[in-house]
């Protein structure tokens, strides 16, 4: 076997070399390139001894609008953020990224993963926004994949029969504060033990754990080509 062959071990193994990290992204409205990014959380998942995910330790930042940026009155209304409030201690956007993409891309190093894979609740919304950001400033070194997500409507849909974030929460067993929601923290903090109790329990019903029997399959994982 060849070294860059080498069989995958931990989380490495079970997401074909993607480490997931759940995002929530707060802003002034729908498109990425005119509206504001204003709050930006990040809960990287880990995998425990026994086999199960759970939630790492939560990544967030307060995130200034950009230059000549659009604040949608309707969407400030909704997240309840007020972009200009002087205790928000906001940074900029180019700031913003070091805070949350760095600690991200040493964990999927340490990890042995090859990329970050955004986790989300409408995934594609949130990677959007962060690659908005990223292309604005020129980052170099961002860590999550360019276009593949794992989206928890979908997850949710698929064990639970719900798509709504706090509805699919409930199913699943976990608490729900209405008063903390729309918060970027209390969101991906919730995606992200939703996500956990989806592939938990997925792992319990399902005998085969495909992930763990095909390991010559798997060492793929190192030449990843999408």
Request: with cysteine; net charge neutral; proline share 5%.
């Amino acid at each position: 076997m060849r070294e860059q062959d080498t069989i995958p071990s931990g989380i490495a193994r079970r997401f074909r070399g993607f480490l997931p990290v759940v995002v929530d992204v707060e802003t002034a409205g729908f498109d990425a390139q005119r509206h504001a990014l204003l709050e930006i959380a990040a809960v990287i998942i880990r995998q425990r001894p026994d086999g199960l995910l759970e939630p790492a330790s939560t990544l967030a930042c307060h995130v200034l609008p950009f230059v000549d940026s659009e604040l949608d009155p309707r969407a400030l209304a909704f997240n309840g953020i007020d972009p200009h409030h002087p205790f928000r201690d906001a940074v900029s956007e180019q700031d913003a990224l070091e805070r949350i993409l760095t600690p991200i891309r040493k964990a999927v190093k340490s990890t042995g993963c090859n990329r970050a894979i955004l986790v989300g609740h409408n995934a594609h919304f949130d990677l959007g926004f962060i690659k908005a950001a990223v292309e604005r400033t020129g980052y170099k070194r961002n860590p999550f994949h360019a276009f593949s997500v794992f989206d928890t409507v979908t997850l949710g849909g698929l064990m639970f029969g719900q798509t709504v974030l706090a509805k699919a929460s409930k199913a699943a067993g976990l608490r729900w504060l209405h008063s903390e929601a729309h918060s970027a923290v209390y969101d991906a903090e919730q995606t992200a033990r939703l996500f956990c109790a989806v592939v938990n329990r997925w792992r319990e019903l399902d005998p085969e754990r495909y992930w763990e029997r095909n390991s010559e399959v798997l060492a793929g994982v190192t030449k990843d080509s999408d």
